[in-house]
């Protein structure tokens, strides 16, 4: 438990701080839990309302970005199932930034060879250990348990 809170309140007693702060009742057992995630975060008290889980990307939703991303490139030969499966850990934001230096690159490879560059899967794929995944295990963990404890339905 944080060193913020002490050590000795009982699960019941977690749940009055919360419906203290946001008028929110939650079962004493997911209280405890949930105080210790809203210290580990810093989470502003003030305000309560409800939490969000919020995961990876699945294949297909991956996919759609990748083909926007794919799209406004000079692209060759590309094996999208390929960069699918090998983008599992990545946010949107992560499939961004790689997009954005694969396009560097590409930019930089036609001004310096004075020739087309097209992008192909081996370009994306040498410039991805440039770019680190934002999801880990233990996130991707986390948000399922956070789906099952949390869920209404």
Known sequence: MSENVPENLSPEEYAGKIFEISGVKFEPEIAADLWEK???HKWLLSRF??????GGLNDDERRTILEYYLSRLNT???DIDRIVKDTSRFT???IQYLFEQVAQFAFEHEIAKKEDHKVTTETIFQIMPRVRPSMTDEIL?????????????
Do not use: H, K, N
């Open 38 to 40: 809203i210290l580990q």
């Open 49 to 54: 309302d409800c939490i969000i889980p919020v």
């Open 76 to 78: 060759g030969e590309i």
């Open 92 to 94: 949107p934001a992560d």
């Open 141 to 153: 963990e986390e948000f399922e348990r956070d789906s099952q404890t949390y869920a209404r339905v």
